[in-house]
């Protein structure tokens, strides 16, 4: 008598992308923990850091170093705009291309943002070292799953 096979079916905890995926649900509610501070969400967080590594880039810029098209990044920027903490012109070279630029009050920001990573630390539990390499892994990770992806 044939036994049937049957295929293994995934296990929730044994899925990288649920790790993955609940890590981030816990970085992002500690991120909300502490940004609650600057009257900051993290998405607009991680446009201020790119505003503060570098002021008056484009739309496209940030677009490609979030990883996000423009039609997802400009709800973001305009709700930042009507906050005071960026500008958004159209370039005079092409006017197809919005600059981004801090104000005052975003620049601002930038000293009370750098309590930020003391804390985070602090919460992983994990030596620079460790999270330094996390990192890395992770680098290699996403660039090996968008190459997969095309």
Same mark, same amino acid.
């Given at each position: 008598?044939?036994?049937?096979?049957?295929?293994?079916?995934?296990?929730?905890?044994?899925?990288?992308?649920?790790?993955?995926?609940?890590?981030?649900?816990?970085?992002?509610?500690?991120?909300?923990?502490?940004?609650?501070?600057?009257?900051?969400?993290?998405?607009?967080?991680?446009?201020?850091?790119?505003?503060?590594?570098?002021?008056?880039?484009?739309?496209?810029?940030?677009? *490609? $170093?979030?990883?996000?098209?423009?039609? #997802?990044?400009?709800?973001?920027?305009? =709700?930042?705009? &009507? @906050?005071? %903490?960026?500008?958004?012109?159209?370039?005079?070279?092409? *006017? $197809?291309?919005?600059?981004?630029?801090? #104000?005052?009050?975003?620049?601002?920001? =930038?000293?009370? &943002? @750098?309590? %930020?990573?003391?804390?985070?630390?602090?919460?992983?539990?994990?030596?620079?070292?460790?999270?330094?390499?996390?990192?890395?892994?992770?680098?290699?990770?996403?660039?090996?799953?968008?190459?997969?992806?095309?």
């Amino acid at each position: 008598m044939n036994t049937p096979t049957h295929t293994a079916v995934p296990q929730l905890d044994a899925q990288l992308c649920f790790a993955l995926y609940s890590t981030s649900l816990a970085m992002s509610k500690l991120y909300r923990k502490l940004l609650r501070g600057l009257g900051l969400t993290y998405s607009q967080y991680l446009v201020m850091m790119i505003l503060w590594e570098k002021d008056e880039q484009t739309v496209s810029e940030i677009g *490609e $170093r979030l990883f996000l098209d423009s039609a #997802t990044l400009t709800p973001l920027l305009k =709700r930042m705009e &009507a @906050a005071a %903490l960026i500008t958004r012109t159209r370039a005079a070279s092409d *006017e $197809r291309q919005v600059i981004i630029k801090l #104000t005052a009050h975003g620049d601002a920001l =930038r000293q009370q &943002a @750098a309590k %930020l990573p003391p804390s985070l630390l602090q919460a992983t539990q994990c030596t620079a070292e460790q999270l330094q390499s996390m990192k890395q892994e992770l680098e290699v990770l996403r660039a090996n799953l968008m190459e997969s992806a095309g």
